[in-house]
């Protein structure tokens, strides 16, 4: 089943928009085929624009072996996800080309771990929510570029089975709740209101830089205000799906109050404790160096 649709989170203004508007189902059909050895191949990787998500990034730093802070800083540009600021990343390509970094002569070179984007190429995916329903809506959408002959070539398929085949079927459950955050974001508009700096700093932190955030829910600071089971906090030590599932949950918590990690209920005195010892060791570092001070010697 398809219809036509002229929806502006999907429409794309250019005079020659690569997007067929058509609504797709998992059940409709497609015609598309990428295979070494199509005239075409590897031209789309050679110009990109690649948004990823929270589990790509998991993916590819893991397949690289490198922290999230180094993959961020070698693999990744910031971008502006909304007119508000809300940070996203996308993929950083080769110096002074539009190619991925990635891009071999043979292909992808981090195929088993490719981002969702690419997955879906030469489908797109988009989740709408109507106003006042509390659910988003899932459909998909055929991308038709001039360098692209994959649209020609003799295979039809099922959208659900080229999904299936393309394995973004585990990307898309991991990455979920979070589209859920930035789609909630986006259809409450003012009545949310511009995020604090912070919370972009949270967001951040919480979708891109696991090794941060692992380090933030390890802190003192959290472990006496949240009341999270003990097997849970070990699985977050090691873990990195868990703690991106985790991070999820705490967003939709700080950002939204869906409260599901429950608050310790003497969190609040333990707090006003650790800040009061903060200001103590201050002010005692402050009349160290008064001391200090005094007792130097009048070089005059």
Not at 140 to 159: A, N, S, W
Not at 265 to 289: G, H, N
């Amino acid at each position: 089943m398809s219809q036509e649709f002229s929806d502006r989170g999907v429409h794309d203004p250019r005079p020659s928009s690569p997007v067929v508007p058509v609504k797709l189902t998992l059940d409709s059909t497609i015609q598309f085929q990428c295979r070494k050895g199509i005239a075409c191949f590897n031209k789309c990787c050679e110009s990109i624009d690649i948004m990823l998500t929270p589990y790509d990034v998991l993916r590819l730093k893991t397949r690289l072996g490198m922290s999230s802070q180094e993959f961020l800083a070698r693999h990744t540009t910031l971008f502006d996800m909304d007119a508000h600021g809300m940070p996203g990343l996308k993929m950083k390509t080769r110096e002074g080309s539009t190619a991925c970094q990635f891009l071999t002569p043979e292909g992808c070179g981090v195929y088993e771990d490719r981002p969702a984007a690419c997955r879906y190429y030469a489908l797109g995916l988009t989740s709408m929510r109507a106003v006042g329903s509390p659910n988003e809506e899932d459909f998909y959408f055929v991308v038709k570029e001039e360098h692209c002959l994959g649209h020609f070539e003799p295979r039809t398929l099922t959208v659900r089975e080229y999904r299936a085949e393309q394995g973004v079927d585990l990307y898309d459950e991991m990455t979920r709740q979070w589209r859920q955050i930035v789609l909630k974001k986006r259809s409450s508009g003012p009545t949310v209101g511009r995020p604090t700096d912070r919370s972009f700093d949270l967001f951040f932190q919480a979708s891109y830089d696991l090794d941060g955030f692992r380090g933030f829910v390890t802190s003192e600071g959290f472990v006496e205000t949240y009341d999270v089971d003990p097997a849970l906090m070990q699985k977050l030590g090691s873990d990195d799906v868990e703690l991106m599932k985790f991070a999820f949950r705490f967003l939709k918590q700080a950002l939204f109050g869906e409260n599901t990690i429950p608050v310790r209920p003497d969190a609040l005195e333990k707090r006003m404790q650790r800040r009061q010892r903060r200001l103590d060791a201050m002010r005692a570092a402050a009349r160290t160096e008064l001391e200090a001070e005094a007792d130097r010697p009048d070089e005059n």
